[in-house]
């Protein structure tokens, strides 16, 4: 959880209460059963009184595979949001399949970590006998 603000100690009252960021900031990678997660993110203006930044989403994992889902919705410019959909099918050593919403998640959720770690690539030497 975080509080955001910016404070110049020269603005006046109005200046203060009218320009600054005031923002709330709320995330959490939570485990529901030992195999499902609940992730997300809430990102709030109190200066504007709206959201600047959502995210939901979910990990299950099941043996050999691990299915992601994810729903992002963020502030682009005055009154126009995007909103992105991520689905991921991971077969644990073989590869995935989707729109992979690890990166979104790692961006807007602090200490994220994926249910099962990225292999890292094989160098020259390794394996060599």
């Known amino acids: 959880m975080y509080y955001r603000y910016n404070y110049d100690p020269t603005d006046t009252r109005e200046a203060f209460y009218n320009s600054n960021i005031k923002q709330l900031d709320l ?19 109190i200066r504007d ?11 299950y994992r099941e043996g050999c595979w691990i299915f992601r889902s994810a729903i992002q919705r963020y502030v ?18 073989l590869g995935a399949f989707g729109s992979s919403p690890i990166e979104a998640l790692q961006q807007s959720i602090t200490g994220y970590q994926p249910l099962s770690p990225r292999p890292i690539e094989v160098g020259r030497y390794d394996y060599y006998e």
């Open 27 to 45: 995330s959490f990678q939570w485990p529901v059963t030992r195999d499902l997660y609940a992730l997300g993110r809430y990102n709030y203006s």
């Open 49 to 59: 009184k709206k959201v600047i930044d959502s995210l939901i989403g979910l990990e």
């Open 76 to 93: 682009r410019s005055a009154g126009r949001t995007t909103t992105n959909f991520f689905f991921e099918l991971e077969l644990v050593g």
